[in-house]
């Protein structure tokens, strides 16, 4: 649809030949605006820094060097930014563990930051709960205790973890939502150790 309205109106009146295609484009325009119009836009406020920040130009990206945990290590991932929001995710070329590039999982955890449903605080059958309630229970529930934790590489999270393993009634159990156990396992087969397998793809005809 035309967003210039004298041109949009001129179609109906006869200063241009009235076309399915112009019609078309009016007709979308009509219904577009009659949805506008009917929904109801949330209002917002616009507010000032309180502090004014120097180095930070609206609408300019800026870009930021920082680590991602992957199957229990740290990639270096480049974010961009706007207005301290990070909106894109890229590979750190000086980083060996992603040499500048990403994996679409990696490309994705941007949302991450802005799902509405993620867990926000503790929480006891899908019910509002608190971090002084769950210890309570945890001490008063009998019987061996089961903690599920992603994969660490902070040596404070591996102590801490550590800590809690060394309970009699509480076992400790790593994970991760993309394992590269068997990428490693492979890898010793070929190389006689587990390493982390860099693709060389200059040379292929097909990557399927």
């Given amino acids: 649809m035309d967003e210039r309205p004298q041109r949009a109106l001129s179609l109906l009146h006869g200063k241009h030949e009235l076309s399915r295609r ?9 219904v577009a605006s009659a949805q506008a119009a009917c929904i109801e836009q949330p209002g917002d406020v616009v507010r000032p820094y309180a502090r004014t920040q120097g180095e930070l130009v609206p609408g300019r990206a800026r870009a930021f060097a920082t680590t991602m945990l992957w199957g229990g290590f740290g990639v270096g991932l480049v974010v961009e930014s706007h207005e ?5 995710v890229e590979g750190n070329p000086d980083h060996p563990a992603s040499d500048g590039a990403t ?16 867990a926000k605080s503790v929480s006891r059958a899908g019910e509002p709960a608190s971090w002084d309630a769950l210890f309570a229970q945890l001490e008063r529930t009998p019987g061996p205790r089961w903690l599920v934790a ?15 393993a060394s309970r009699a009634d509480t076992h400790v159990v790593t ?5 590269h156990q068997n990428v490693y396992r492979g ?5 006689g150790r ?7 793809l200059a040379r292929c005809d097909i990557v399927a």
Avoid: I
């Fill in 194 to 200: 587990a390493v982390e397998p860099q693709l060389d």
């Fill in 103 to 118: 994996s679409a999982q990696q490309q994705a955890s941007v949302l991450d930051l802005y799902d509405p449903d993620r």
């Fill in 84 to 88: 301290g929001r990070p909106t894109k």
């Fill in 150 to 164: 992603p994969s660490a590489s902070s040596p404070l999270e591996q102590r801490l973890l550590a800590q809690l």
């Fill in 175 to 179: 994970t991760d939502r993309y394992l």
């Fill in 22 to 30: 112009n019609a078309l484009k009016v007709l979308a325009g009509l």
């Fill in 187 to 191: 890898a010793e087969l070929a190389f």
